[in-house]
Each structure stands twice: as C-alpha cells, then as structure tokens.
Nanobody, 124 residues
Framework: QVQLVESGGGLVQPGGSLRLSCAPS????????IGWFRQAPGEERVGVSC????????YYADSVKGRFTISRDNAKNTVYLQMNSLKPEDTAVYYC?????????????????WGQGTQVTVSS
C-alpha cells in the first residue's frame, strides 16, 4: 500500500517560516514527480509546487514564487517545501502527492497517491 506522510505544519506568525516534509512508507520516491498542494476551508485543492525526479524541473504557483522552495533529498527519500515570508492567506492543509509518470501538473486530478495532509496556520 502506497503511503505518504507529511509533517512540519503548525502555527506561525505572518512573516515566519516553516519547512514541510513528505516521506513515503515502504517505497522509494526516486522515480516520481512530487507535488505539493493546499486546500483552505471551503476552497478547492490547488497546486503549490512540484519537482521532477531528477530535480531538473520545478513548478511554483504565482502566489508562492519567491517565497517557497521545493527540494528533494533522494538519499533521505524525502521531499521538502521550505515556506518563507508566510502570509495569512497561506493558511491551509498542505498535501504532497506522487505523479508516477514523473510529470509536474498543477491540477490535483493528475496525481496518483496522496498523503493525509498537514495543517499550516499563519496568524498573529
């Protein structure tokens, strides 16, 4: 069974930083593109960032460009999302997901496996 686990969420003040992690249970992420998505209450799930297996391609939503950085450490079998200069509008549940053909898409329907999500709250 494919399982992904997100961690690193929490409560942070505006302007603060968090680093989210996405790690699988029992398999390697090496061959897959990994996407990060977020979903705020009452809103649709939207793409935030994505990284290809070789790290040659990265995607960022316009709303997070220059503030968020996606990276992967294949030795640790983990993908990270470094979030800086956080804003209240970044508040959401953040999910990581696998795209098995190693392509980055902005739409969640293209992704094959999902984690359970981690809550990020940006508030003073």
């Amino acid at each position: 069974q494919v399982q992904l686990v997100e961690s690193g969420g929490g409560l942070v003040q505006p302007g603060g930083s968090l680093r989210l992690s996405c790690a699988p249970s029992g398999f390697s992420l090496d061959d897959y593109a990994i996407g990060w998505f977020r979903q705020a209450p009452g809103e649709e799930r939207v793409g935030v960032s994505c990284i290809s297996s070789s790290d040659h391609f990265q995607y960022y939503a316009d709303s997070v460009k220059g503030r968020f950085t996606i990276s992967r450490d294949n030795a640790k079998n983990t993908v990270y999302l470094q979030m800086n200069s956080l804003k209240p509008e970044d508040t959401a549940v953040y999910y990581c997901a696998i795209e098995v053909t190693d392509r980055c898409y902005s739409f969640p329907d293209n992704y094959d496996y999902w984690g359970q999500g981690t809550q990020v709250t940006v508030s003073s």
